[in-house]
């Protein structure tokens, strides 16, 4: 896959190659702690390439030139430039061998559980591998092949652009940046009798393969673990879920309940005739009609609420 890279700041060159190079530098700051101004920062730097991401992934082979503190290369996902929004997962991070931290356009924050070793252990001069694989909200991290962490995103990075951040006192070779979609899913709960089966062979699975997401039940898993825990890991690792919620279900309710604590995305979907719980009550529930004119209406509202997930921003 050919990328097209556009730096946003730093200083880049070989951008239109395979090898990107990062001039870092010496650099003063401010340090908030004293109002004081230092100069042992190093220059930051970040680039945007072209890939859309809905999960997969996104490896790089990153050399540092003289990997004194100060010194990181992470992949940036779920980037919103304008916000200043993004998820970074790399070496080097908060002075740890591998970490992750977010930005909600105001400051960085470590991720819980992502971050492993100490960052005096990188050398300089040698290359290092590093790969992120993102399966729904689900992180597993390598560092040339080795696993590192695996850990829980807050938030998905469905369709959203990635790039990488550097930050260093010297230069940085970057090269053979890859990103290898996978086709997100969707898992579904619902009951599973009539006429909801029907709902979800000739709407549902329909629909969610228009939009190029697998959609995935759980009485289609074939494993010899216990249930919940396909249950568990299939919430975490889908793009989206889609709950049909008619009838008073404790099962569905309890993965309802488990997809909103863990803030997936959730399309609630429900019989037009019923009177919703009083704790459903106040979410936006897609509702419908057993009818074949319904049928045409469920089918468009969930177009919409995928586009929402998948493709924001792009006309339906």
Not at 46 to 55: M, Y
Not at 79 to 99: E, M, N, P, Y
Request: net charge negative.
């Amino acid at each position: 896959m050919n990328l097209r890279w556009t730096p946003i700041f730093g200083e880049f060159s070989g951008i239109d190659s395979n090898v990107l190079t990062f001039h870092g530098k010496p650099t003063n700051w401010i340090d908030a702690a004293t109002g004081k101004e230092r100069d042992d920062g190093g220059a930051a730097g970040f680039a945007l390439c072209d890939a859309q991401f809905s999960g997969g992934t996104i490896s790089l082979k990153a050399i540092f030139e003289a990997p004194t503190s100060p010194a990181s290369v992470s992949i940036a996902l779920a980037v919103d430039v304008g916000a200043s929004k993004s998820i970074t997962i790399g070496l080097g991070i908060a002075g740890a061998l591998v970490a992750a931290a977010s930005n909600d356009g105001r400051e960085w924050r470590p991720i819980q559980g992502a971050m492993v070793g100490v960052a005096e252990t990188i050398k300089a001069n040698k290359e290092y591998e590093l790969s992120v694989t993102i399966i729904g909200t689900r992180v597993l991290v390598k560092v040339n092949g080795a696993q590192m962490v695996d850990f829980v995103l807050p938030n998905p990075v469905a369709g959203l652009p990635v790039g990488m951040n550097v930050l260093s006192k010297s230069k940085v070779t970057i090269s053979d940046y890859e990103v290898k979609s996978e086709k997100p899913k969707a898992f579904i709960v619902m009951q599973f009798s009539t006429p909801y089966n029907e709902l979800y062979k000739e709407v549902i699975k329909k629909v969610c393969l228009e939009f190029d997401v697998e959609p995935v039940r759980v009485d289609e898993i074939y494993s010899q673990g216990l249930i919940i825990q396909d249950i568990t890991r299939q919430l975490t690792e889908a793009a989206v879920v889609i709950a049909e919620i008619t009838p008073t279900n404790a099962n569905v309710y309890y993965e309802v309940g488990y997809a909103h604590a863990i803030n997936k995305p959730t399309i609630l979907i429900a019989d037009k005739s019923i009177k919703l719980p009083f704790d459903v009550s106040p979410f936006r529930v897609l509702m419908y009609e057993n009818t074949i004119d319904g049928k045409g209406r469920v089918e468009e509202g969930l177009r919409r609420h995928l586009q929402a997930v998948f493709r924001p921003g792009q006309p339906i």
